[in-house]
């Protein structure tokens, strides 16, 4: 004789309710989902995990924008930089070329013979200021005499063959040439021997 157990009616609605007797289907809430399984370990999921995506590609984006501004700053700082220097340059050398016709007519005086060594020495003088002021800019005066011929630095205006210099090297120099850093300011007119 098979026993049979007495239900209650509420017992009833309860096991017509839980999923196994409703062949397998889960009708629970979906707050209260158990845990995704991967590879045997539970893994809790995250209800506001999509935003917390959204929110980290946006800090990436916000931090290229910004590495990007940094750079494109750093840009205009050393280009500014380069453009100040050079308007610099550009300006002293203006200026030191206004000068050079002075510098031209000091050197013509001293090579002039005098009786009077007041004057001499007072031209002298007013060389060796010259000459004191230009190099507080910076400015430099091209050693040519002797030296090999540069067309870089060098105005070639005469040729002569002389085998008491080397060849292609200046022999005179007609007038001085001068530099302000690695700009030429004035080339110097030299004489060039073989």
Known sequence: MSEEKDIRPEEAE?????PETQGGEDTAPEAETPPEEADGEVIEVNPLQPLLDEMQA??????DKLLRLAAEFDNFRRRSQ??????WADATAKAVNAL????????????QETAD?????????????????LEGLGVTQIDATGRPFDPNVHNAVMHIED??????????V????FML???VIRFAMVKVAN
């Open 163 to 172: 085998e008491s210099f080397g060849e292609n090297t200046v022999a005179e």
């Open 117 to 133: 060594e007041a004057y001499k020495k007072g031209v002298e003088m007013t060389m060796a200021g010259l000459m004191k002021a």
């Open 82 to 87: 380069k453009e100040k220097d050079g308007v």
């Open 14 to 18: 309860e096991l017509e309710a839980t």
């Open 58 to 63: 946006q800090l990436v984006e916000k931090e």
């Open 181 to 183: 850093g690695e700009k």
């Open 100 to 111: 050079l016709p002075v510098y031209d007519n000091l050197e013509r005086a001293l090579k």
């Open 174 to 177: 007609f007038q001085a040439g």
